[in-house]
């Protein structure tokens, strides 16, 4: 029998679940359109961000997707059976089996995404492909390289030679301590577009990220601080904090050496600089500012 609603609203697409009611709420249901599961808990705090962001995501689908609520303190069976060891832990289900998920607080707009590719309305290629990359920026703003990792290789599956997306994921490798895996990335960038921005600018982190042979930042500060006047040994400081992704201290210590000694090996340490405003984006705070300043010992 089909329910009529007097009011004319429909149903709401969220509810709570039991193990109990599993099978009707999620098994069954999901052979008639996708059904999502959230494990969650009251004392869990990544679930109480997710779950309002869920929600709204799934109400906004108007009704092409279901949402269910199960709380595995109370119902632990089909967490159990699922193999969550740790929440939030969101499972897709269509045609009574899991299909898609997730586990840990993500991006609101991978939130959507995932909702939006359920409910059979991603969009085009660019639309996924700019979704993607805004995922990445969110993890990355969280502190979840590896995250970032994930979206920028999503949007390469869409697009195989997205400088955006083989730029980033070559910069969250070199984070991560991978540089040869960062090498390689940057190494499939099609001839025609190694002049792209976001590609020299990864090229250059990469450079960067290597040039901290002489040792780590403590051990050579130590010694500017002994001899300041060596602008040798405050060049590998420079040199050791990039490498270490301290752009800003880096850039502090090249300046140091411009004002004291404008073309200093052959004008090294401003070279060295532009490759820093390169690595950081010229756009990024640490290039305009540094520019600023750069100008300002030039021109005084």
């Known amino acids: 029998m089909t329910a009529t609603y ?25 052979q008639q359109q996708p059904v999502i599961v959230d494990f ?9 961000q997710l779950t309002p962001a869920l929600e709204k995501h799934v109400r906004a689908a108007g009704g092409r997707v279901k949402m269910v609520k199960i709380n595995i303190d109370e119902n632990p069976q089909f967490a159990g059976r699922m193999g969550v060891q740790s929440i939030p832990a969101v499972f897709a289900f269509s045609g009574g089996r899991p299909v898609d998920g997730f586990m840990g607080a993500v991006p609101d707009s991978q939130i ?39 979206s920028y290789e999503m949007a390469l599956q869409v697009e195989p030679e997205n400088v955006k997306a083989l730029a980033g994921l070559a910069r969250v490798y070199m984070m991560m301590g ?8 940057l190494a499939t960038v099609p001839e025609d577009k190694r002049n792209d921005a ?15 042979a002489s040792g780590p930042s403590s051990a050579l500060r130590a010694k500017v601080q002994a001899a300041p006047q060596d602008h040798a040994i405050r060049f590998d400081l420079a040199g050791a904090l990039a490498a270490e992704g301290d752009l800003e201290g880096a ?21 060295q600089l532009i490759k820093i405003f390169d690595a950081a984006g010229p756009a990024s705070e640490i290039a305009k500012q540094g520019r600023r300043r750069l100008s300002a010992i030039l021109f005084s």
């Open 198 to 212: 976001d590609v020299q600018g990864a090229l250059a982190a990469l450079e960067l990220s290597q040039d901290g």
């Open 112 to 150: 959507k995404t995932f909702i939006d590719r359920l409910a059979g309305g991603a969009g085009d290629r660019g639309d996924d492909v700019a979704a993607h990359l805004a995922e990445a920026q969110e993890s990355l703003a969280l502190g979840d390289p590896a995250g970032a990792a994930q």
């Open 6 to 30: 007097l009011d004319g609203a429909a149903p709401d697409p969220v509810s709570a679940g039991t193990d109990a009611s599993f099978m009707a709420d999620v098994i069954q249901a999901s």
């Open 251 to 271: 850039v502090d210590e090249l300046l140091a050496i411009i004002e004291a000694k404008r073309d200093w090996n052959e004008d090294a340490a401003r070279k």
């Open 178 to 185: 991978e540089r040869d895996q960062a090498r390689e990335i």
């Open 40 to 48: 969650w808990a009251p004392w869990c705090g990544p679930c109480r």
